[in-house]
């Protein structure tokens, strides 16, 4: 199942790439000019704003696969929050795998840094452990997936 996930996820980046090669290379007033999608459920782990996670799940029974997304931006809250990370999740979602998107404090807020970023990552991540199954999520395997700093995150 996690070959098969991973296969679909590289897919839709595939895909995803190949679009915006074929016409211009996307910049950010692109993305963000674009439709945003919403996600299914804001899920707290913390009392900080910041500390929740963004869940994307597919319409039907389940059990889905799931992908635990980080996003990046340069460690900054100010410069990116989970929902850059929002058209991603929800192609991932269309394809019928679910997403638990997780904010987290950057270290440019307070609590973030180190440890505190990573403490929301690993709490953020350990919550989908917890109660994914009542979403109807498989949490018996897992894919990591990150974007720039998120990639560290994720490692």
Known sequence: MIRR???MLS????????????????DWDDLLGRPRPKADASIAYGRDRLQHVD???PRGRGPFP?????????????????DI??????????????????E???VDRPGGGYPGT???????????G???????????????LGHSAGGHLAL
Do not use: E, K, P, Q
Request: glycine share 10%.
């Open 130 to 144: 917890r109660i994914g199954a009542r979403y109807g999520l498989r949490t018996d395997r897992v894919v990591v």
């Open 104 to 106: 987290y404090r950057g």
């Open 11 to 26: 897919v839709a980046l595939g895909l995803a790439a190949g679009s915006a090669a074929a016409a211009r290379i996307m």
């Open 55 to 57: 869940l994307w799940r």
């Open 118 to 128: 990573f403490l929301d990552i690993a709490a953020g991540s350990d919550l989908l």
């Open 66 to 82: 799931v992908v635990v997304m980080i996003h990046g931006g340069c460690w900054r809250t100010d410069v990116a929050t989970a």
């Open 5 to 7: 996930a991973f296969a």
């Open 85 to 102: 990370m929002d058209w991603a999740a929800d192609d991932l979602r269309r394809r019928g795998i679910a997403v638990w998107n997780v």
